[in-house]
């Protein structure tokens, strides 16, 4: 019972931190212009943002900017109202990274998140010559797959919160009880019972969703995250894994 009772207690701290800090989140807006003469092969035009938001990561494939045309790109970053932030452009890693127009390194980019923020930045040199490949794209998630994935984190998003009212009420059940001054036994047990039966209805909503989502998936792509699998630093979850997988994914 006092497993049961803390986990609630987590559950339910976490419900009201993410809804505190989803009020604080903005979008800000980059819109980019390479330097001429741009990317004509859009095989080849995998841009990316690497800054304070995603740890400095070069080749985060949730922060690889969309093409809108040969020198053209933007990407919209979540961030936190009034955080100040800093960034770079990059072709996926730190070889080629953004410079100026003699070569040398640039500042950091720079910007306080504000709501509806728009910016547009110009690169005015890398340091490589040309950009680099992106990796092979036969085994990346095509557009009927994205979209399948989105819809599937959208309903996992919408079915979840409904179980939430259940577990805070449970919860105070679980407090008013333990609170007595003779707190009553078979209520715990009841209690115990009712909060496994939402827990393990929350665990079937879920592998209901990964099988969908492995559905999704042609037999080289599956091999492709068992093979991920065997790496100790990478994603365990079948989403987490199923994201490298989008284009410009890492390999």
């Not at 995998?46 to 304070?52: D, H, S």
């Amino acid at each position: 019972m006092r497993y049961i009772t803390c986990m609630l207690l987590s559950l339910t701290g976490l419900f009201f931190i993410t809804q505190s800090a989803m009020a604080q989140v903005t979008y800000v807006r980059l819109t980019v212009e390479l330097p001429e003469p741009g990317i004509e092969n859009q095989k080849d035009s995998a841009i990316y943002v690497a800054g304070t938001f995603n740890n400095w990561n070069p080749g985060d494939t949730f922060c690889i900017m969309k093409r809108i045309d040969r020198k053209h790109y933007s990407l919209d970053i979540p961030c936190f109202r009034d955080k100040e932030y800093e960034y770079k452009y990059t072709m996926g890693s730190w070889k080629g990274v953004e410079k100026k127009t003699d070569g040398n390194d640039i500042d950091n980019r720079r910007f306080k998140a504000g709501k509806r923020m728009k910016i547009k930045d110009r690169i005015q040199g890398w340091s490589i010559p040309a950009p680099v490949n992106v990796a092979d794209t036969t085994t990346f998630l095509n557009k009927e797959q994205m979209a399948s994935l989105m819809a599937l984190k959208d309903s996992l998003g919408k079915s979840l919160p409904v179980y939430l009212p259940q577990l805070l009420g449970l919860l105070q059940k679980v407090t008013s009880n333990l609170l007595a001054e003779q707190p009553d036994e078979s209520l715990s047990k009841q209690y115990n019972q009712e909060a496994e039966q939402v827990v393990a209805t929350i665990f079937e909503k879920l592998g209901v969703i990964m099988k969908q989502a492995v559905q999704i998936l042609t037999p080289e792509q599956k091999q492709r995250l068992r093979d991920m699998l065997k790496d100790a630093n990478g994603p365990k979850d079948i989403m987490g894994l199923m994201g490298k997988l989008a284009p410009g994914g890492s390999k």
